[in-house]
């Protein structure tokens, strides 16, 4: 089911966004096993996302090194330690304390990390991030760090079946992609767009989506 899976998901995902810009398919792994993802992985997934630090510490050497690394969940300063020097693309910066923590972090190992600023697009109580609105703040603040290198931007849409309003904010997304972007430049990733919402927010400008139960079906939390 997961090589059958990830060969549709491949072939179905378009190459570029409406901007031209390639897409990059991030195979989410959370709760998954190391067999499951290392199959994903033979079958053509070159990026992996987890959100859980020891679920990374305790499966990555076991994981296929091809696959580059992303870390997509939210970020306690005490669990940078399982992760510093081994991810990639740190996803989901969503305050500023996790980020002068991974600047210190990067410092102290003599590397610069790559982050994403996440923006609490939908303004939910449940989820973290930046507010939309202090967007340009929240760059400038992180950017003046050390060892941190910000390519882009992160979101998680809102659980709705209301289609205009999940267009609105993946669209409001890319004009703040694009504001940062034409102002301050090195902008790569917009992430944005999950199983249940991706071909929209691609629709909208997403060059980066993040898919799980689409590979490897519903999670089982056991």
Known sequence: MIEENVKNLLESI?????QGEKITFVAAIKTQTVENINRAIRAGIRDIGDNHAQ???????????????????????????????????YQSIDRLEIAKALSEKSQKAGITSEILLQLNIGNEESKSGFDPDDAER?????????????????????????????RS???????????????????????????????????????????????FGPRHYD
């Open 55 to 89: 679920e990374f510490r305790d499966k990555n050497d076991s994981i296929l090194p091809e696959a580059r690394r992303h870390f997509i969940g939210h970020l306690q300063t005490n669990k940078l330690k399982y992760l510093i020097g081994k991810v990639g693309l």
């Open 169 to 215: 904010l993946a669209t409001r997304m890319r004009e703040t992609y694009d504001n940062l972007n034409a102002k301050y430049g090195g902008f790569v990733h917009l992430s944005m767009g999950m199983s249940g919402d991706w071909k929209l927010c691609v629709e909208c400008g997403s060059n980066m989506i993040r898919l799980g139960t689409a590979i």
């Open 138 to 166: 929240a760059y400038l603040e992180v950017s003046a760090l050390k060892n941190l290198k910000i390519t882009g931007l992160m979101a998680m849409l809102p659980e709705s079946d209301d289609e205009a309003l999940l």
């Open 14 to 18: 378009p190459e570029h966004n409406p």
